[in-house]
């Protein structure tokens, strides 16, 4: 799949969008579905899909090809549990937005990783953003509930994800990559419910809630995201994925009913504004001066 970088842009804002409206069917299926036997359908299905639609790419597999998505398999796995888990005790607006903390922190997961020093808008973004996430996850106790803990903690694996997928997606094949991380995610989820999930009766609208999110928020999504981070920079990715806590909030006012007041507004514009400057520092408001343009004389 060779993409031109303005029709990448395009499938990444996609991939938001359809994350952004799963928030709020999550929310629904975890109430009556575990978290590990939920995800562990999710990326089966994924997987199996990939694996008929795109048979003939496997010919083309490489060894290196399976330890990158091995890697990222691991850490998409790790992202989903502590969010789905955080999702049980938030609303779907708060988890949105506070996963969206890793579009801010891929600047410093590159520093720790590849010794590249975050710029002075990193660290004001960083500043903006806990800022946001005190409004929006601190009570008047100045506590957070296990909800929002764990949501942000999925965040920090999202970002290691984002970065992993940025590395091996410019030297692996998007397809095959995607499909092998949800064959190691599938694994881990399977092998977690098995320890420790027993499997209840299925609520009888879950089976169309798991369609929808293995469809659709885990084969398409993350093939999208995938595909579109190939030929995208890992900094304006984040951007564009970072939409999704907006569509999320958006999907949950509207489908599942979520009260916003005043102070989870501002949180969430403070983390928003925080993504902005941390990936653009904001250059879109700067004028450009105009060129020196040589008129021929008649």
Known sequence: ???????????????????????????DAVSGVPVFLLLAIRF????ALLSLIF??????????????????????????????Y??????????????????VLVPFVNWLLLRRRPTRWNWIAAV?????????SLDGSLAMNRGDALTLLGGVFYALHLVAVSRYG??????LLTTVQFGTSALCCWLCCGLFERVPAFPQNAWVE????????TTIALLLQNVGQSVTPAAQASILLSLESVFGVLFSVICYGETVTLRLVVGFVLIFLAVIASETQFSFFRRKCPQNVKTQSP
């Open 1 to 27: 799949m060779h993409l031109s970088p303005r029709l990448g842009r395009v499938v990444l804002f996609t991939a938001a969008l359809i994350w952004g409206s799963s928030f709020f069917v999550m929310k």
């Open 44 to 47: 089966t299905v994924g997987c």
């Open 55 to 84: 048979w003939k790419k496997w010919k083309h597999c490489k060894g290196r090809l399976l330890l990158h998505g091995a890697v990222v398999g691991v850490l998409l796995f790790a992202a989903y549990t502590a969010q789905t």
């Open 86 to 103: 955080g999702l049980k005790d938030t609303t779907p607006g708060k988890n949105a937005f506070l996963t969206a903390v890793y579009c």
């Open 128 to 136: 903006m953003c806990l800022g946001g996430i005190g409004l929006v």
């Open 170 to 175: 410019e030297e692996d094949d998007a397809v």
């Open 210 to 217: 798991l369609i929808y999110l293995a469809v659709f928020a």
